[in-house]
């Protein structure tokens, strides 16, 4: 069987003081730093391997438990999950909310999320939607997708982090007076966000209307994704999408629920039909070595070591 979607926690909708500034420009959080330089890691060979974390529940810092025989890193990209866009009924604008637990990773980045950068692994933060009729493919105007392109971008600078990744899930569309998804909305939103950070990660969880709204008066923003991925866990599926095959992954696993042979299976697929990402959700707390090497054994030749 696999998952549908995600069995998550759901992120409250939560604005936080700090979600306050960015969306109504106030100063950013003092003493906020940028990203340092990461450390040299081992040169690893093979697919970009991904990892989701609910941080509701576990700590992100757990992606940076893994590592290979050499010493290399077993995952590279850490995904925070989640943050929302949510919908303010007295302004009708739409603005990025982060949940305790979120705010709580950001606001100590330092020991959060400075340690896995330094080793050498990106941390982007997942938006999802919150139920309040503010989605990814619904900005009514040009000038409402950059307002919130520019808090996204904001929040990547001020706690440094190395990306977006976006999840058009439970936005539910026409809650609160909202508009129903339009054409124009999220090639707006894509075409802010890579203008406003140039170098850094834009990934598209491949799901939900904005995902199927690439393109509008003749602009196509697919070509501006790092990344796109398979949303259903245990299966394999090709995002339909026009990019090379070395920035998608097929595969989708859940860490202590897909099977290992399948997550194994999966990973031999990857290699062996050559697409360069291999995404993974729900890295928990536990020793899940034997999870991971599953994988890492096909991806990179490789067992994988937990340290706590």
């Known amino acids: ?62 992606v940076g438990k893994y590592t290979l025989a050499d010493g290399g890193n077993a995952f590279d990209v850490a995904v925070i999950f989640a943050a929302n866009i949510n919908y303010d009924t007295g302004t009708k604008a739409a603005y990025l909310s982060f949940n305790e637990n979120v705010q709580r990773v950001l606001d100590n980045a330092a020991t959060e999320i400075r340690p896995l950068q330094q080793k050498g692994i990106k941390v982007v933060l997942s938006v999802l939607g919150n139920h309040q009729g503010a989605g990814f493919a619904n900005f009514p105007t040009e000038q409402a997708a950059s307002a919130f392109a520019k808090q996204l971008s904001d929040t990547v600078a001020e706690y440094g982090l190395d990306g977006i990744d976006f999840d058009d899930e439970y936005a539910e569309y026409g ?14 939103l894509v075409t802010a966000l890579r203008a406003n950070m140039p170098d850094k990660i834009i990934s598209l969880y491949n799901i939900g209307p904005a995902a199927s709204r690439l393109s509008y008066g003749g602009v196509d923003v697919t070509s501006t994704f790092d990344y796109a991925w398979n949303p259903y866990y245990g299966t394999w599926q090709v995002p339909g999408m026009a990019l090379p095959k070395s920035k998608l992954s097929p595969a989708a696993v859940e860490i202590g629920r897909t099977a290992q042979s399948t997550a194994a299976d999966f990973a031999r697929r990857t290699v062996g039909e050559g697409y360069g990402v291999y995404l993974t959700y729900n890295l928990d707390g536990a020793d899940r070595s034997a999870d991971v090497s599953a994988f890492t054994r096909e991806l990179y030749g490789s067992d994988a070591d937990y340290t706590p």
């Open 175 to 188: 809650n609160n007076g909202t508009g129903q998804p339009n054409d124009s909305s999220f090639v707006h």
């Open 1 to 62: 069987m696999f998952t549908p979607v995600r069995r998550r926690m759901r992120t409250a909708a939560l604005a936080l003081s700090a979600v306050a500034a960015l969306a109504f420009g106030t100063t950013a959080t003092p003493g906020a730093a940028a990203a340092p330089a990461p450390a040299p890691a081992p040169t690893k060979q093979g697919p970009t391997s991904v990892a989701y974390v609910e941080v509701n529940n576990n700590s992100i810092l757990n």
